[in-house]
């Protein structure tokens, strides 16, 4: 979503934090899976000039936790803090958890995302 779907440079309030650490956790895994996947995902990714600048910096961050803000088109701003928790036993995949800080303002708009009860 962040370099191939147009609504991602518009969700991430900041994109280019959000873009590079895209590509820098990309970088960080990209040992994992299948590498012929990766490669095309590569020569896909590659065709934008924004991916491929970042991808040239050869940042490695994986993503363990990190604080979003995202532009959400119903409720507004979100903050919100996620942490990845690796799953034992399937390399590769990652259980990723995002919450809002409690009583915060995100925390009241994510609520108000919830279907009626």
């Known amino acids: 979503m962040t370099f191939l779907d147009e609504a991602g440079k518009t ?3 900041d994109w ?9 956790a990309l970088r960080a895994t990209r040992h994992l899976g299948d ?16 991916f491929a600048a970042l991808w040239a910096r050869y940042d490695v961050e994986p993503k363990t936790r990190e604080r979003k803000v995202f532009l959400h088109g119903e409720v ?8 990845t928790f690796a799953i034992g036993g399937s390399p590769g995949h990652e259980l990723v958890a995002y919450q809002a800080e409690p009583g915060s303002e995100s925390e009241r708009r994510l609520l108000a995302l919830r279907p009626p009860r």
Do not use: K, N, P
């Open 11 to 13: 969700f991430h309030a």
């Open 16 to 24: 280019d934090r959000a873009a590079a650490s895209c590509v820098a």
């Open 35 to 50: 590498r012929a996947r990766l490669a095309g995902l590569l020569a896909t990714l590659g065709e934008d000039a924004r």
């Open 76 to 83: 507004g701003e979100l903050e919100l803090d996620f942490q």
